[in-house]
Nanobody, 123 residues
Framework: QVQLVESGGGLVQAGGSLRLSCAAS????????MGWFRQAPGKEREFVVG???????AYADSVKGRFTISRDTAKNTLYLQMNSLKPEDTAVYYC?????????????????WGQGTQVTVSS
């Protein structure tokens, strides 16, 4: 059974940092593109960042320069370092794994999802 489990969310003041983790089990995703999405209250889930098997990344403009995605294939774990957080970053953050090796920005292109972790940024 494939599972993605996020952790590291919480409450932080504007300007602060958080590091999210996504531990995968049940299979390895070293050859797959993975990504982070987020969903704010009353809004649709949106793409945040993706990473290919070879480390190539793609960021949404709203987080470029503040967020950094990384992966540890030995640990089968995906990370999201979030710096200079803003209140508008408040959302439930989800990690996802695609069957594709290329970065996907649409939710439908991801086959596996975590349960999400809440990030709240206070002003």
């Amino acid at each position: 059974q494939v599972q993605l489990v996020e952790s590291g969310g919480g409450l932080v003041q504007a300007g602060g940092s958080l590091r999210l983790s996504c531990a995968a089990s049940g299979r390895t995703f070293s050859d797959n593109a993975m990504g982070w999405f987020r969903q704010a209250p009353g809004k649709e889930r949106e793409f945040v960042v993706g990473i290919r098997w070879n480390g190539v990344t793609a960021y949404a403009d709203s987080v470029k320069g503040r967020f950094t995605i990384s992966r540890d294939t030995a640990k089968n774990t995906l990370y999201l370092q979030m710096n200079s957080l803003k209140p508008e970053d408040t959302a439930v953050y989800y990690c996802a794994a695609s069957h594709s090796t290329s970065i996907q920005i649409r939710q439908v292109d991801y086959a596996y999802w975590g349960q999400g972790t809440q990030v709240t940024v206070s002003s």
